[in-house]
Structures are given as C-alpha cells and as structure tokens.
C-alpha cells in the first residue's frame, strides 16, 4: 500500500491557487481581499452563492451547503479519489510528491491514530454543547464572559467545558464504539491506581481544544474552577498524537491573517489569544505555558516572516523574549517589538 505523507500533502495545499482552481468550473467576482462569488458548480442556481476564501483555500456555498479545501473541490468536481486528487493538484500547480510505500504496521498505526482523532474531534463537540447548554458550566460561562470574550470567540477556538463527573466521556465514548484502551490513548481518560478500571481524566474544567494547523483536535489543555481540583492547568497525556510543546494554541485560525500581514503575534495564555482575535487581531497564537520548543518556533517561521511578542513581564516570559530570540537568530525571521502584557493576574484567566 502506498500513500502520500502529511508534508507532501500541505506542499500541495499550499501550493494551490483557490481561485485559479474554482475559476476552471466557475467564473468568480472579487468581494473582498479574501473573498470572491460566483455561482455554485455543485447546484443549480442564478445568484452567486458560492463563496471562496483563497487564504485559508475554502470554499463554501451558501445555497447548498458544499463547502471543503482544494482536495475536496478536485474530488467532487472530477469524481477522483484522495490520492488522485493530490496528484492532480500536484501536477497542476507543479508541486512534486512521492508516494511513500506503507507496510502492513504502519497503515494500521494510521488507522489507529485516525480513530483517535474522530474520538478527540466528537469529545470537543460534548465539552462545546456542555458549555453552551449545561446548568453546570454557568459558573465557567461567567467566568468566560467576565473576561469579555463573546459566544463567537468561544465557538472560533471551540472552548468547551468537562462536566464534573468521573464517567460522562467514557460512557458516550463506549456507547459509540470506542474502547478503554483507545480513551488512554487519546488522553482523555486514566486507570484508577490500584484498581481496575478507568475515569475521565477531564473534569469539571474550562476545556481549550489544542489543535493541528488544519484544526484538528489533538488533545486539550484544561483549567480548574477551583483551587482543590490540583493543577490549575492540565493538559492531555502524551500519546499517540498528542506531544507536548508541538502545538501552538490558535495556529489553524492565525495562519490566513499572519500570511496576509506577514506578521505573526505570540502571547503566553490562552485566553489573550482568545481576547486578541476577538479584538481583530487574529494573527495570534498562545503559547500555553510551555517554553518555546524548536518545533512551535518552525510553525511560526512558516506562518509568518515577522514574530511579534507579547509575552508577560514576569520571568517566565522574559524567558520565553529570550529563547526566542535565540531560535530566530538562526532563522529566516525577523523578531520585533517585545510589547509586554499587564501583570499576570490581570491577563491570565
Ligand atoms: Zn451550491
């Protein structure tokens, strides 16, 4: 079996023209920066509803409903598989790709790591409708709003909330068909010590969704209501596809702005993400605690030529100042204007 890797593959999503691509199927008109109309090639229709965002390469129709990136777009429209579809793009916007040949192991490692990412993905819908919905999380949609951030922001970055009791994941998980052993592996449940059994590893906590540059959910990091819950934040257990310091909060949203600016704004906690985009800066990332790892500083030269910091005036942030300096020094970026946030207590949630 062969198949294409994850880099090959975001070679080739970059490498796409969104509106050169829609405009073989149907013609478009400018509305914005990044923004254009057209009608739908998937329905019949007069008006112009399809909509085309060429930074983040997607496209939606307001008629239909059809909506995805340049892969789906190519698949639909010329009924081709993924792979094909990769190929096509890949020939057409002269990217070259090899397809790698995957043993028996490693498409089952695969298999395994994709399951693990539809549970983590249904679990982030849970902890969203709790927090919208749940008489339990009113104190943690107090605490959200008290801080400013609106249901819109909230939504953007799928902030959610883990009900208090020991189960609530682990039963509707089973119910769907995901095992014990799969809820370890995706760090969202524990074994008891001494027991047998597990239990919900998040609970009763403000839930951050931390995921890959396409939005995917990898894991979370996790806020406690209340003092005696033990760490104030708790992030996922390593595993199978969460790795501590390779994320950085807010990537998938940040990446359209910080290419069309060339800047990209780094700050420490999550909710000066949060309050940032819903400011208009929406070029931001969060840290999330960690010190800036080479692996987070290659995403941010990726996204954008010049980093910015707004980082905390404690040691912890002039630490982070100082690392990334180090990191840009021996990169193509360019570091500037370390504006520092107000004290901890009044910019951290
Ligand atoms: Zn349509």
Redesign the pocket.
């Known amino acids: 079996m062969s198949r294409y890797t994850d880099e090959d593959r975001e070679k080739v999503r970059d490498a796409v023209d969104m509106v050169a691509l829609v405009q073989t199927r149907t013609e478009l008109k400018r509305a914005g920066s990044n923004s254009y109309f057209g009608r739908?090639p998937?329905?019949d229709?007069r008006s112009g509803?399809?909509h085309v965002r060429p930074l983040e390469k997607h496209y939606h129709?307001f008629?239909?409903?059809?909506s995805g990136d340049p892969f789906k777009f190519v698949m639909e429209t010329e009924g081709l598989d993924f792979r094909e579809a990769i190929e096509n793009l890949a020939d057409r916007f002269g990217v070259r790709v090899e397809p790698i040949e995957e043993d028996s192991g490693a498409a089952e490692k695969r298999q395994q790591k994709e399951r693990l990412m539809a549970l983590l993905d249904r679990t982030a819908g849970f902890y969203e409708r709790v927090l919208i919905d749940s008489a339990e999380a009113s104190d943690a949609r107090e605490l959200l709003a008290a801080r400013g951030l609106n249901e819109e922001t909230l939504r953007a970055f799928r902030v959610g909330y883990a009900p208090s009791a020991w189960d609530r994941v682990l039963m509707a998980s089973r119910e769907a068909g995901f095992s014990e052993d799969e809820l370890v592996a995706a760090g969202l449940a524990q074994k008891a010590r001494g027991k047998d059994g597990i239990f919900d590893r998040f609970r009763g906590r403000i839930m951050f969704p931390l995921s890959d540059q396409r939005g995917r959910v990898l894991g979370f990091g996790a806020r406690a209501m209340r003092d005696e819950q033990g760490p104030k934040y708790l992030n996922s257990a390593e595993g199978l596809v969460y790795h501590k310091g390779s994320q950085l909060f807010g990537l998938h949203l940040a990446r359209p702005a910080a290419a069309k600016s060339g800047t990209i704004v780094l700050v420490e906690g999550y909710v000066d993400a949060l309050a940032l985009h819903q400011a208009g800066v929406e070029n931001v990332v969060a840290l999330m605690g960690t010190a800036l790892t080479d692996e987070q500083a290659s995403q941010l030269d990726r996204a954008a030529g010049t980093l910015l910091l707004a980082l905390d005036a404690d040691k912890a942030g002039q630490k982070a100042m100082l690392r990334a300096g180090e990191i840009a020094a021996g990169r193509n970026i360019e570091l500037r204007g370390a504006c520092v946030l107000g004290s901890r207590s009044q910019s951290r949630l």
């Open positions: 739908c998937f329905h229709e509803s399809f129709c008629g239909c409903q059809a």
